[in-house]
């Protein structure tokens, strides 16, 4: 099985200014100068994007986006290209977040469009996938997970897909404080996994990233990583500190 290098992802969501930024990289750099066996990624606001690229230039953590829309330019007021993000020092974009979906109108149709352009565009994507609290108790979690892959990676053949990351976000874990456990989400991961084999291929199922997101703290983020199928955590509020977030980071 190919070796999957663990990715901590740092979602910053509506918080921190480019000045907030540069203070929190200075302060969180020399905490995870000796963590070079996994990847880092923080995704500060668009505005906070340069700032946050410059700060950490020279060092190993890698910069994301939130979100971009699919056209490289043109009239589409308040849009961000994936151009522009690459231009500003982003490898990563985070695609589908629930709360796209929830407050913005975010479908398994335009996450697909987007998707695409960012791969084309040479970022690397952190899709979101996850179900609600009422689909889990309706039995439908694997049913939403299958939808929002399948519909989410339509068209695409693997080898378009090298620079895919999933992350299982359970709509209910996040920002609740209630974290799935890790047995929920070993096999919301396996499941996952195993779709990818048979969507696409078995090698890129067994090279595939999955982090887990929801509630990951310092204290929770151990018992994840140990399961065999996390390979990562996309986490939010605890990001937003950097002593908090450099301890997940070396967990
Ligand atoms: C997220 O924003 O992707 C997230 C998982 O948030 P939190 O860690 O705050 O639950």
């Known amino acids: 099985m190919p070796m999957r290098r663990a990715l901590i992802a740092g979602n910053w969501k509506m918080f921190k200014t480019g000045a907030e930024a540069v203070d929190y990289v200075r302060d969180f750099l020399p905490r995870v100068a000796h963590a070079a066996d996994r990847e880092i990624m923080i995704a500060p606001a668009f505005t906070a994007l340069e700032k946050t690229a410059e700060a950490l230039a020279g060092s190993s953590v890698a910069l994301g986006a939130q979100n ?5 330019e043109g009239a589409f007021t308040g849009e961000v290209s994936p151009k522009m993000l690459a231009a500003a020092g982003c490898r990563y974009v985070i695609i589908g977040h629930s709360e796209r979906r929830q407050h913005f109108g975010e479908t398994n149709e335009s996450v697909n469009r987007r998707v695409r352009a960012a791969l084309q565009a040479g970022l690397k994507v ?3 996938v996850g179900e609600t609290e009422r689909e889990r108790s309706a039995g439908e979690t694997f049913s939403v997970l299958d939808k929002q892959v399948r519909k989410g990676l339509k068209s695409f053949v693997a080898s378009e ?3 895919l990351v999933i992350a299982y976000e359970p709509v209910w ?3 609740t404080g209630k974290t799935a456990t890790r047995e929920q989400a070993e096999e919301a991961h396996a499941f996952i996994r195993t779709l990818i084999a048979n969507l696409f291929s078995a090698g890129m199922a067994a090279g595939l990233r999955i982090l887990y997101g929801g509630s990951v703290k310092p204290e929770n983020i151990a018992e994840l990583m140990a399961m065999p199928d996390i390979d990562g955590a996309l986490v939010g509020g605890a990001s937003l500190n950097p002593e908090a977030f450099a ?3 070396l967990y």
């Open 68 to 72: 971009l829309f699919w056209e490289a």
């Open 126 to 128: 952190v899709l979101c």
């Open 161 to 163: 897909l090298d620079e």
């Open 173 to 175: 874990a996040i920002g």
């Open 247 to 249: 301890r997940i980071v």
